[in-house]
């Protein structure tokens, strides 16, 4: 089972910056579509960004503009840089890997946290 790591998440004022690692635990990783989602309290975990193994993304319009999405094969590693920060974003946020047949990835998660 492919284990997935996130880290850089933190508290930051509105307008700031943060981006967040996930650093798989093999190199198949690279085969999947990976993606990180976001969970606010009371709320249901949501979609922010995709990216295939070929590079395509995909964005939930609430991000698009702000938020980049981008992948390294060669450290099976996926990042989330996002910017222009709101507190509407505050939630925690999941790595998240999808491969045809195979058993979804999740990360633990790491906590975003966007408040003046």
């Known amino acids: 089972q492919v284990q997935l790591v996130e880290s850089g998440g933190g508290s930051v004022q509105p307008g700031g910056s943060l981006r967040l690692t996930c650093v798989a635990s093999?190199?198949?990783?690279?085969?999947?579509?990976a993606g990180w989602y976001r969970q606010a309290p009371g709320k249901e975990r949501e979609l922010v960004a995709t990216i295939s193994s070929g590079g395509n993304r995909n964005y939930a319009d609430s991000v698009k503009g702000r938020f980049t999405i981008s992948r390294d094969h060669a450290k099976s590693a996926v990042y989330l840089q996002m910017n222009n920060l709101k507190p509407e974003d505050t939630a925690v946020y999941y790595c998240n890997g999808e491969r045809r047949s195979f058993q979804t990835l999740w990360g633990q998660g790491t906590q975003v946290t966007v408040s003046s």
């Open positions: 093999d190199s198949i990783f690279k085969v999947y579509i």
